[in-house]
């Protein structure tokens, strides 16, 4: 995470999805910003492979229209950066396993007698976790794991076993520094902002920690439904799509101890202490719900019990924590998309002020912001203007837009940077196998026997139980500052 040369080595990027939604929506638009920002290699070839079959100038327009789709539209002006964007691309459909991986490596052979040398091999996962075992053994059989890094989607696995499974599968084929487990919160701007907000500074860590934090929240609501991924979210649900895979490793960076280094191993290392101290989840700390109208929606079962809502309360036993509730939420088709973390601070005494205007329920509250305008807010109390002593909220707020704006460096969004970060060979902002094994350990008990689901509103903040959860105390959003 510290100086670099930005311009990673020469590679063949071979996305297997290539085709598909998060291709789509995601992977082609972030290589394109990486492109027209020069950070790219000097010379890649991306390969997209999918069992469709497709030209190699389709596959342009179809990165094209990925683009428009996903606002990015090629301009007149960026027409000639797109032709030598389109250029570095290709596509090879049909099947790739260890039985068949022919098609693969002859079209990564052709690339690299094309480039000349010995360019990195980064291979990107854009498929379901039942074909992360399959491919991988495809990449081995073919001999492509030399020089490999292979970027995996979650949910890397979809429990305690099935992980265990599939971890063994890939280690049989690639080494643990080949291996590049992506959870695309991890690259945010403020979640990075973090690591620098505490200990580059000397007014946040000293109280960061439960002598001082009442409770800490991170929520994840989100205003959309499921869609057309149905079929996906049938198979995983709220808590193995969003709790396990990314707000836990949110939590992790909150509440690390002083890594001796930035460097992925001391890094990784301190997110497993926080893992290893977490509790494990109680069904009564948790709360699923299910939107009305979700039964409807095509390849849903009329009958299905999915959670696309969960509220958890969870604690970390160590000696930073110890005591300090901690609060998680997400959920589709609720009333705002919002990703925040929240640490509100305990209540001084305050009698003095009880005739003042003051809120016996008030908290001061730091608040990041991972979504939109990025950045942090401060909210504390403070004397009203005029004559008389009245208590008001108020705030102060760190935005990446306005305090750095142009100058501020190149902005990369998260799966710009962990792209960039993969075909550097940087693995600070990806995960490590024993860090997500325990987290599946974490939710054993609600997997093997889950709580009730709930229905709620579409447009509402979730199951009233949800509030239940967390009383005394309320759910905080970042306007809600009087709370």
């Known amino acids: 995470m510290g100086d670099r040369d930005l311009t990673p080595p020469d590679a063949v990027i071979v996305l297997f999805g290539g085709n598909g939604d998060l291709a789509r929506r995601k992977l082609i638009p972030s290589l394109w910003d990486l492109h027209r920002a020069g950070l790219m290699p000097e010379q890649w070839v991306l390969i997209g492979a999918s069992r469709s079959d497709m030209a190699d100038e389709a596959y342009g327009e179809f990165a094209r229209e990925a683009l428009a789709e996903f606002d990015r539209e090629v301009s007149a002006d960026d027409e000639d950066a797109f032709t030598g964007f389109a250029s570095h691309l290709r596509y090879r459909g049909g099947g790739f396993d260890a ?38 053994e495809g990449i081995g059989a073919a001999g492509l794991d030399q020089r490999a890094r292979v970027v995996f989607e979650k949910p890397f696995g979809t429990d305690a076993e099935s992980f265990a499974e599939l971890d063994d599968t890939v280690r049989s084929v690639l080494t643990e520094e080949q ?238 940077r962990l792209l960039h970060d993969a075909l550097l060979g940087d693995r600070t902002l990806f995960t490590r196998a024993d860090g997500i094994g325990r987290t599946w350990e974490l939710v054993k008990p609600i997997l093997e026997r889950p709580p009730r689901v709930l229905p709620y509103a579409r447009g509402s903040w979730g199951p009233e139980a949800a509030t239940e959860l967390i009383a005394p105390r309320t759910w905080h959003l970042p306007e809600d500052h009087e709370h």
């Open 99 to 136: 039985d068949d991986p022919s098609r693969i490596a002859d079209a990564v052979a052709e690339a690299e007698q094309e480039m000349g040398g010995e360019p990195t091999r980064l291979f990107y996962l854009a498929v379901p976790p039942s074909a992360f075992g399959p491919i991988t």
């Open 179 to 416: 291996i590049y487990r992506i959870d695309h919160f991890l690259g945010k701007e403020t979640l990075q902002n973090v690591l620098a907000l505490r200990f580059a500074n000397g007014m946040f860590e000293p109280v960061w920690n439960r002598q001082h934090i009442d409770h800490i929240q991170i929520d994840s609501p989100e205003s959309i439904d499921i869609g057309s991924r149905a079929s996906f979210y049938e198979s995983t649900g709220a808590l193995r799509d969003m709790v396990v895979t990314h707000l836990f490793q949110v939590l992790s960076i909150i509440a690390l101890e002083p890594p001796v280094s930035l460097d992925p191993s001391p890094l990784m290392d301190e997110k497993r202490k926080v893992f290893e101290s977490m509790s494990t989840l109680r069904c009564e700390d948790v709360v699923f719900g299910q939107y009305k109208g979700y039964t409807e929606s095509e390849g849903v079962a009329a009958d299905s019990t999915t959670e696309t809502f969960v509220a958890a309360r969870i604690e970390i036993d160590n000696w930073r924590w110890a005591g300090v509730p901690i609060y998680l939420r997400t959920g589709k088709a609720m009333a705002e998309k919002r990703q925040t973390m929240t640490l509100a601070f305990k209540r001084p005494p305050r009698q003095m002020f009880a005739a003042h205007g003051l809120r016996a329920d008030a908290h001061d509250h730091l608040t990041l912001d991972m979504a939109g305008d990025q950045g942090v807010t401060v909210s504390f109390l403070a004397k009203r203007p005029g004559p008389r002593l009245r208590l008001g909220q108020a705030s102060m707020r760190f935005s990446y837009e306005q305090d750095f704006g142009a100058t501020g460096g190149v902005q990369l969004d998260a799966y710009e």
